[in-house]
């Protein structure tokens, strides 16, 4: 099978230079890349209808002998060329017509019986099928592969290429899973699997060869991220003498939680104990204090004489962290900088200079960190926040900005615990599994446009007492609403400030196209309480905290996923007030209300993940390809019970070998190769 791999497509029949090309676009190159290119669906042709019994327009199958040579004829006006027979079964007859297909009548023979695959219509003359797909019963597959396909490549193409592939296999194909697991996990055969995935004769062969592959393919992943982990575990950290801990909590306003404190102890004992750097990830819904353990851990290692660099994702979320630790900070003698992409040239280069020549202790700053000219005198630290909007490569760039630093990354989008560890593989992990004390329920409500009136009402009433409040609109300006119907800040916030009830209240506006510096100056007054209804898109998503706001309505939140829901919910509720979350939504269809409702059900970041995972597949999951993890041929992410089992399997494996040295397992390694390979990872040797 390896060797396949490194055979050209071209050589296959059928596929010329031009059509190698197609492929090349399905990222197939090799009749290797072809055998593992499953198919997306397929067509159950397992239980043919008889023809009188089949649905008007209603794709079936039908098992028919053809009782008509192919004849000839041109459409009236088109001049199409047609081509028609008729076949028949046991009930009934219909007719078959091809447009311009002259090979028609060699592929489809009178006397010989098919399964026709399409949609019976009713013509004047009797029932017809126009252009089905079919295949000779005699061939004996009964449930046909869909591939994806690409323009210029049809089913057909794809199908007979794979058939011609897998004539290549030698009659044996080598497995890459020992006997011992296939027994006992009760897994097919690769060369069983690798055959019926393509054309399988019924769906018990289906299901077992996919279970096989699944398998196999999960089992390669999580075994190559725990190989990328324990090549890290290899380096020598730096070693931290002095826990400062304590006296970082005596400058706190406020007592750490347990789960705060507990993740404090974890890093502190990594860069203490330890001989290989802290590779720790702290998991912690919205509102939980990560900010507060970031900051602790950050005070250990300065106050140890190194730097720290802290990356957030956006700018805004920069400058708040960067103005809350510098506060906290004020009577003490560190250094806090800010490094963003929208200070000037002179005051960047400054900033650089000062990581450069160790006069600022710990910086805060976007991806501007990430950049060749920010050096670091003796950087020991590398915080991530919002670890789920940085690829795995840039979280590596930092690290590479000193000589092996310790690593703690930060993230609310609770993933669901498996998935978590097949992620975040090559990270030990803590929970911060408990929200500071004093914090309440907040009411979530799901309402349509005909209630907004009486929500904005509910919203003055709130300013009047104080407090603040945000409206989140999915789009910035109209240019963006192309007949979508959808709200755009731009818009609300001119509407209410000439909205007669909102004239004494300050109506914000923020959102990703303005300045930085008007951003920030907007924020700045939120935070003082100068603006007090804030109209945003979602720049507010992740990490801005402004206590004293206890409403977020959101306008057609049906645009939203679950987990960015709860993430702009976690805007509220930070303090102690009663804090509502108001959802505005005219869509009423099933399964947007079924959504909905999950958020007014529950506050539980890992439940609300788990259905969104569940309602909306891996890839919309995470946006964009967030996680940093190579694409998958076949398996589901989202599956939680095939990654349990294949990550049991890992694990009893590496009870056996930790370094997969012994020849059973030279197959799997060469897997993790071709896997980690390909998006550019460092390969086993
Ligand atoms: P997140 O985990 O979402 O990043 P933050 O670090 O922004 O949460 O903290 C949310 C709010 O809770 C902040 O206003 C912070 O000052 C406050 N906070 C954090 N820890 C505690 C605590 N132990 N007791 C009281 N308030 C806390
Ligand atoms: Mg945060």
């Given at each position: ?228 982990k324990?090549?890290t575990k290899?380096?020598?950290g ?32 990594d860069?203490?104990?330890k001989?290989s750097p802290m590779n720790r990830l ?113 979280r590596?760039?930092?690290l ?6 310790h690593l703690l990354v ?14 975040y593989?090559d990270l030990d ?257």
């Amino acid at each position: 099978m390896a060797s396949l791999f490194k055979k050209k497509i071209e050589c296959l029949k059928g596929i010329g230079e031009k059509r190698a090309e197609l492929f090349h676009n399905l990222s197939v190159y090799s009749v290797g890349d072809l055998i593992r290119y499953y198919p997306r669906n397929y067509e159950d042709w397992s239980s043919p209808t008889p023809i009188k019994e089949a649905e008007i327009g209603i794709n079936v199958c039908i098992r028919a002998t053809v009782g008509t040579a192919f004849k000839v004829g041109f459409a009236r006006g088109s001049g199409k060329m047609i081509c028609k027979a008729m076949a028949y079964d046991d009930s009934g007859a219909v007719t078959l017509l091809y447009f311009n297909n002259k090979y028609i009548s060699q592929m489809i023979k009178q006397n010989e019986e098919y399964f026709f695959f399409g949609k019976i219509t009713q013509a004047k003359s009797g029932l017809q099928m126009i252009a089905p797909t079919f295949a000779k019963v005699s061939d004996g597959t009964s449930i046909h592969p869909i591939y994806p396909l690409t323009a210029g490549l049809n089913n057909r193409i794809v199908t007979d290429a794979v058939k011609n592939a897998l004539d290549l296999l030698p009659e044996k194909v080598n497995d890459p899973l020992p006997q011992w697991i296939r027994d006992k996990y009760n897994l097919q055969s690769l060369d069983y699997a690798i055959r019926k995935i393509h054309f399988p004769l019924d769906s018990d062969e289906l299901y077992t060869s996919r279970r096989r592959l699944v398998f196999e393919e999960l089992l390669v992943l999580i075994l190559g991220l725990k190989f990328l982990k324990s090549n890290t575990k290899e380096e020598n950290g730096i070693v931290l003498q002095k826990n400062y801990t304590d006296e970082f909590l005596s400058m706190l306003p406020f007592n750490l939680t347990n789960a705060q404190k507990r993740t404090i102890d974890d890093c502190l004992n990594d860069m203490m104990n330890k001989r290989s750097p802290m590779n720790r990830l702290v998991q912690g819904d919205v509102g939980s204090g990560k900010t507060a353990v970031a900051s602790a851990v950050a005070y250990s290692v300065i106050k140890n004489g190194y730097q720290v660099a802290f990356m957030v994702p956006t700018e805004i979320l920069a400058q708040q962290h960067y103005e809350s630790i510098s506060k906290l900070l004020e009577n003490t003698d560190i250094k806090v900088d800010l490094l963003t992409g929208s200070l000037t040239p002179k005051n960047k280069k400054l900033a650089r200079e000062k990581l450069a020549s160790g006069e600022t202790n710990l910086v805060i700053g976007t991806h501007a960190l990430l950049t060749k000219d920010t050096e670091f005198k003796s950087l020991a630290l590398a915080i991530t926040d919002e670890q789920h909007r940085f690829g795995v490569g840039q979280r590596s760039t930092l690290l590479s900005k000193g000589n092996h630093p310790h690593l703690l990354v930060m993230s609310a989008t609770p993933i669901p615990r498996t998935l978590g560890l097949i992620i975040y593989g090559d990270l030990d992990i803590s929970i911060i599994d408990e929200l500071p004390p004093g914090r309440q329920v907040i009411d979530t409500l799901l309402i349509d446009g005909k209630k907004r009136a009486r929500a904005l009402g509910f919203i003055k009433k709130n300013v009047e007492e104080g407090h603040q409040c945000y409206i989140v609109c999915p789009l910035v300006d109209e240019s963006e609403n192309q007949m979508l119907n959808l709200h755009s800040a731009e818009m609300y916030a001119e509407t209410l400030r000439n909205h007669t009830d909102f004239q004494n209240i300050n109506v914000g506006l923020i959102h990703g196209k303005m300045k930085p510096a008007d951003k920030e100056k907007v924020m700045n007054d939120f935070k003082d309480n100068k603006i007090q209804v804030l109209v945003s898109t979602t720049v507010i998503e992740v990490g801005v905290d402004v206590p004293n706001a206890n409403i977020i309505m959101i306008e057609n939140a049906e645009r939203f996923g679950l987990s960015q829901l709860h993430q702009l919910r976690g805007r509220v509720g930070r303090g102690s007030e009663k804090s509502y979350c108001i959802l505005v939504s005219d869509n009423t269809t099933h399964d947007t209300i079924k959504r909905l409702e999950t958020m007014k059900r529950t506050s539980n970041g890992f439940e609300i993940a788990d259905e969104d995972l569940k309602l909306r597949g891996p890839g919309d999951f995470f946006g964009e390809k967030q996680h940093g993890l190579p694409e998958m041929k076949i398996a589901d992410l989202g599956n939680m019970e095939d990654l349990n089992e294949a990550q049991m399997c890992a694990e009893e494996i590496l009870k056996k070998s930790s370094d997969l040295s012994e020849d059973e397992y030279k197959g799997i390694k060469a897997e993790i190769n071709q896997l980690f390979g390909r998006v550019g990872g460092e390969s086993l040797n």
